[in-house]
């Protein structure tokens, strides 16, 4: 069920406004691939936030299999993106709750191609999940920014406090954050109760591999 092998994922971003070419995100792919272990692709619809971005998953399909490609929809209805992405070599869907009409049957679809995880915005309360057996995740995600959608985000110690909650109810559950993550706040992050680092901004502000230990070395 869970990448227990490293927690740390490398986020791909192809942040609205700056990397809307393949050609540009595929060279960010390239160059984590020799060491990543995941790879996590947001995808963006034009209504979550204003640009729309990856939303054909078929440039992706020469990586299934290579890596664990991880899907974040911040889209309206993501159930609708599950299977095409699926087919082509993505095996964890995330969807934003706040765009979901129904987040029963998005689990329930998603489960059919691989694992399913809820992402949770930054105002968004926790109290979302009051009606979601936690069973049925694979993984929630945090943003831990401001509000999802744009790379460059700083860091919210207050957000990992609903971290430190959804702990307390589940002591196995995958818990995942993005936004700002770094080597000043990741272990602060992990004491919360953080199992999976999504970076980006930190990952390419220099030679990525040692950025990535750097990172590594402080959650092992």
């Known amino acids: 069920m869970a990448d227990i092998r490293n927690p740390l994922h490398l986020e791909i971003v192809p942040a609205p406004g700056t990397l809307k ?105 926790l109290s979302v999940l009051d009606s979601i057996n936690l069973e049925d995740l694979d993984v929630v995600q945090f943003y831990t920014g401001e509000k999802a959608g744009y790379s460059g985000a700083t860091l919210l110690p207050e957000r990992l406090e609903k971290v430190k909650a959804l702990r307390a109810r589940d002591a196995f559950l995958p818990i995942e954050i993005d936004g700002g993550v770094n080597d000043e706040n990741i272990l602060l992050a992990k004491e919360a109760g953080v199992t999976r680092f999504v970076t980006t901004g930190f990952i390419y502000k220099g030679d990525v591999k040692t950025q990535y230990d750097i990172l590594k070395a402080k959650i092992f």
């Not at 960010?28 to 209504?47: C, M, N, Q, W």
């Not at 664990?68 to 299977?83: G, V």
């Not at 934003?96 to 105002?123: H, N, R, S």
Request: charged share 25%; with cysteine.
């Open 21 to 125: 070419n393949w050609e540009d995100i595929e060279k960010r792919i390239e160059v984590v691939l020799p060491f990543a272990e995941s790879i996590h692709i947001d995808i963006t619809d034009g209504k979550f936030v204003p640009d729309e971005v990856c939303l054909d998953p078929t440039p992706f399909k020469r990586y299934a299999g290579r890596v664990i490609l991880e899907a974040h929809f911040m889209t309206d209805n993501p159930i609708q993106y599950i299977k095409p992405f699926a087919e082509n070599g993505f095996v964890r869907f995330i969807g934003q709750v706040e765009k979901m009409p129904d987040i029963t049957a998005f689990l329930a679809e998603a489960q059919l191609y691989g694992e399913a995880g809820l992402g949770i915005d930054g105002p968004t309360s």
